[in-house]
């Protein structure tokens, strides 16, 4: 079993979501909610705030990963500078714990979620509720979108895990395949000067 | 006297520079240098390193007030979202420490010292060194910029702080000349009802 702690960043609203996975797909939710802190106050002030919320979430639940939504800088430019440095935040705090931090990008996780990177903001609500068996949608939907992307890195983590395990056998087999290879030309050498 | 430390927020190069104020524009360098991650590191790791750089800073240099560059997200989206995100976790962990932190625009850096809010960053060097008689330039431009960012600071909060103090002062008059207006009112009203 992996326990994920989900971060949609924000100042305002930060989602935060915990999900266990189990073998294979299996999935279920352990808590869901955001942080808040009001737009009025400093910035110093609230990034304190939401680090305090999310190392109380770490303490509480303690996560093995923390994953977090990539920012793009696409939309409204001060919100993302906040979601920016809330994301920073939260991988100093993941970082200072030794907790692995991974970013997944809004599509991955729409499309992890809904099969369609596509997919809107109302549908990935729907879908993780019925994933994760909930009683009802979580709210709000930064709160949905922690969860989405915590299910979405227990979902592609297992896919990169064999990559890279892979990759390492490859890299492997490639080097008995030259140590024989070298081994072999040492013993074609040997058997030459004897000649 | 107050000691100021600046931070020219970045993951590659985050320059740091501390710098006393004392009567008037009187202001003598404490510290200058730059916290340096390889870029071929994960970005929680880096901001760690430079969390962990910053702090010894605050521990060595026991600053009052941090002063850090206001982000814009003009320039490249990939640098801006990481000086982003290294800007929110030095203000966290000033905020963590109750010590108060200021912004301050790359233009009223320019303007403070040198006059101009155009300058390149040339002459934000050239004019630096003079002001604070240092025996040679410092060395890369982001140590530069937080002297720069620490003196800027200075010479602006003395102002900033006038102007709070001389509004916090008209709001008083304002509202004692309220308190009188409706005492003579009062007063009118008590003297109509005796006639």
Known sequence: MVRVLGVDPGLTRCGLG??????????????????????????????R????EVERWMDRHRPEVVAIERVFSQHNVRTVMGTAQVSGVVAL???????????????????AISG????DKKQVTIMITKILGLAEAPKPADAADALALAVCHLWRAPMADRLAQAEARAAELARNHRARLKAAAKATGARDARS
Chains 1, 2 share one sequence.
């Open 116 to 119: 369609s990177g596509r997919a």
């Open 18 to 47: 915990v999900v266990d996975g189990g073998r294979g797909r299996s999935v279920s939710a352990v808590a869901v909610g955001v942080a808040r802190t009001p737009p009025e106050d400093e910035l110093p002030l609230r990034l």
């Open 93 to 111: 705090l993941a970082a200072r714990r030794g907790l692995p931090v991974a970013f997944h990008t809004p599509s991955e996780v729409k499309a």
């Open 49 to 52: 705030a939401v680090a305090d």
